[in-house]
Each structure stands twice: as C-alpha cells, then as structure tokens.
C-alpha cells in the first residue's frame, strides 16, 4: 500500500500527515502562522519546509505521493518561476469590480460570480496593474506550495480553479476566458489526486523523500475535511459545526444557486454540494464559555421541546440556507434560566441545518441519507440528539476530521473511491 503526504494550509496555521495506508500507521506536524504577517508566500514557504522537515525522517524516505490543500479563493500573482509579483489576496478580501465584467465567461449560476472569488481578483488586479505580462500566472495558495515541490507552472486542480470560472461539466475554461487578455495566465487543471511530477531532485536529496516521489494535484481545505470523513456514497453528507453550520452533501446530480451560495465541486463521477450559514457556535460563546456549554448541556432534556423559535445569527446577515443581507438575529424571548435558552438555541441551530439539507434537496440533490459530523459541535451529545429526531437519518460523528489527512488520502488514492457509484 501506498505511503503518502497531506499537507494542510489554512487560515492560522499549517498541519501535516504522513499514512503508511498499508499498516494504518501516521506520523504528523503542525506550525502556527504569526497574525498580521506581511509576507505571507514567504510564512507559506517556511511553514512548508518545517512541516517536511518535521516528518520523521524514516518516515519521508518512505513517501510516495504527497498532495496539499489550502483556503479556497487564496490566490497570487507570480512569474513563470514561481515568484510573486503581487502580495497574495486571500479567500475572505472582496474586490470592488463589477460583477457584470465576468459574465460573458462563466454560467450565471457559477461559483466565480462572487466578489471574493479567483476570478474577480484577478479582473482586480488588471485594473490596478493594467495589462498583465503574458507570462505570469495565477496560483491558488495550493498550486503555489505544490510548486516549490515540482517545479512546473501554471498546474491546477478543478477544486481550486472553479472559483477561477473552471467548468467542471465540461471539463475546461469557456473559450471567451482563454480567448480574452486574461487566458494566458491560467493554469492547466487536472484532477485532483492526480500525479504532475516528481519532487525536485534538489528537494529529495537534502530532505532525504525518494527521488520518484510524486507530487499530486491538490484540493480546497473543506473538501480536504470532507475527504478525510470517509463519505463515498451518494447521500452522505458531513456536516461541519464550527463557527459556522457548513454542509457538503455527496450528489450524484450537480446543483447551484448563486443567491444562497449553493453550488457543486465535481469529485469524480460524483458532485459535492452544499452551503455554509452564518449560524454556528460563533453565537454560542457570545453567551456561554466552554465550560458553560458542557455543564448546561447536561441539563437539558432533548425530548422535550424547549418552546422557544431562535434563529441564532451572531450578527445582522445571513448566506444560507436563507440568502438575506439584512436578517436579523432572532433571540427573544430570553428565559430566565440559562438550560432553557441554551436548549432554544441548540434547537435553532438545528432547524438551520435541517433547514440547509431540505434547500438542497428541493435544489434536486441526490436524497440525504447520512451524516458525519466534523467540528467543535460534534462531541455535545445532546445538540447530536436534538439533530437526529429533527433531520431523522442516521447522524455520527466523523472517524477523522483532519484536512491533512483528507490530503493524504486523496494522494494515495485519487479519487478513485467516487467513481461508478451511480
């Protein structure tokens, strides 16, 4: 069996796992990024030396294939060489562009007509620089790691260029995109999981990895965390309950609706789709600590209904499953007693993600029939009950919840376990 590397790169740190998939045996590291940095392609490459080198080194002669996640919407401009020329705008900056500049190149239902998307900072940047030297490219954060270990340019992978405009229907770009100014600058997508080429050889000499050691198309964080649950079959679904409610939902049918942020990662023969709310336990540490959660929790009495109807935001604005800027927090009426509104609350949260996988189905997704759940949310036995009567499937949580070992799955395996399910 193969043993392979997963790389994670998210918001405040980075994270490696190493699987001999064969014996079931890993070995990992971590780094933390320093807040407020300025640079950060050159936090992103020291962070990825220390995580190699922090692999045993018994353990790197050993690897075979390693594969790298990172935030979705990360991107930098650079040269052919991998060196940037622009600092990196990340997954969260909006751009102020117009929208309508974008679409004569993607669907209007696509996942790139959003202000924060690749696509809209690349249009960003050539208004601020004017026309873009021919041969620079665009990187996502991944494709940018991925580079310092093979050395080819503009590689991609179709997780990382939909937010690009990438089809992943049809399998390319619309020729309007690569026949505009912008064309040159794309990447090649390949799937992801796939092999683009062996680690430099100056790499594998000093690190001591094997000098065929292949180095794979990456993927997205989220879809990392999702490839990490053990999902594969059509109406799992792993839902995320951290600061906010995410839910991804295996699909055999692909679906989209730009206005509440729904739309679909292509994973083999299959489709992930699904939303993210603004609900979470971002709200419940605005009134309880974690200690406070716990203690309450164990109060509360799952089979009766508390009586309470919250929609628990944590502040103005909503993005799924009930697409409103303005909606408002609905919190009242506040009882007295700390176990009640803790059970109001729980309850609230649960009518919003019961609420998200009714908006997918009636989207026409393949029918729930499973979840795993990830995130902080997941180890409080009682908000787990409350779920399982309201949504009625079979709810667990996830055995693995590690993005960087979603990555070094997907590096052992492709994507082979999401195809021909149908």
Not at 57 to 75: F, L, N, Q
Not at 204 to 216: E, M, R, T, V, W
Not at 282 to 289: E, G, I, K, S
Request: net charge negative.
């Amino acid at each position: 069996m193969v043993v392979a590397l997963g790389l994670d790169f998210g918001t405040s740190g980075a994270r490696a796992i190493a699987c001999d998939f064969g014996c079931d045996r890993s070995v990992s590291a971590s780094v933390a990024f320093p807040q407020n940095s300025q640079d950060w392609p050159t936090v992103w490459r020291e962070a990825l030396w220390q995580l190699l080198i922090g692999i045993p080194a018994d353990w790197r002669s050993r690897i075979e294939r390693i594969a790298i996640d990172g935030t979705s919407g990360t991107v930098l401009l650079c040269d052919r060489a991998g060196q940037p020329q622009t600092d990196p705008l990340l997954y969260n900056q909006a751009c102020p562009i117009d929208l309508v500049e974008l679409a004569d190149w993607v669907p209007a239902d696509h996942a790139a007509l959003n202000s924060s998307s690749s696509l809209a900072k690349l249009v960003f940047w050539q208004h601020q620089l004017g026309a873009l030297p021919r041969d620079w490219q665009i990187l996502s954060q991944a494709d940018w790691l991925a580079m310092q270990l093979h050395g080819r340019s503009q590689q991609s992978d179709y997780h990382n260029a939909l937010k690009l405009g990438y089809l992943p229907d049809r399998d390319r770009f619309s020729e309007t995109l690569l026949d505009s100014e912008l064309g040159s600058l794309l990447p090649v997508v390949h799937e992801p999981g796939v092999a683009i080429g062996s680690i430099l050889p100056a790499i594998a000499k000093n690190l001591g990895f094997p000098s065929d050691c292949q180095i794979c198309a990456g993927t997205t964080d989220s879809i990392a965390a999702f490839l990490a649950s053990g999902a594969q079959q059509p109406g799992e679904a792993v839902t995320s309950l951290g600061s906010t409610i995410v839910l991804k939902l295996l699909s055999q049918v692909a679906v989209s609706d730009r206005q509440t942020g729904v739309y679909s990662h292509k994973l083999g023969d299959l489709w992930l789709t699904g939303g993210a709310s603004n609900c979470g336990g971002v709200t419940l540490r605005q009134f309880f600590t974690d200690a406070e959660l716990a203690d309450l929790s164990q109060q509360i009495d799952p089979t009766q209904a508390s009586g309470l109807n919250y929609y628990p935001l944590p502040s103005k604005g909503e993005r799924f499953p009930i697409a409103d800027p303005d909606r408002q927090p609905h919190l009242e009426p506040r009882p007295a007693h700390p176990v009640q509104f803790l059970h109001g609350l729980l309850e609230g949260l649960t009518r919003v993600e019961a609420l998200g996988y009714q908006r997918l189905k009636n989207l026409g997704t393949t029918p729930l029939r499973r979840i795993w759940t990830a995130g902080g949310g997941a180890q409080n036995p009682v908000w787990q009950q409350l779920r399982q009567q309201m949504i009625g499937v079979p709810i667990a949580i996830a055995p693995n919840t590690e993005a960087a070992y979603g990555s070094a799955r997907l590096a052992a395996f492709g994507l082979n376990h999401f195809r021909d399910q149908c």
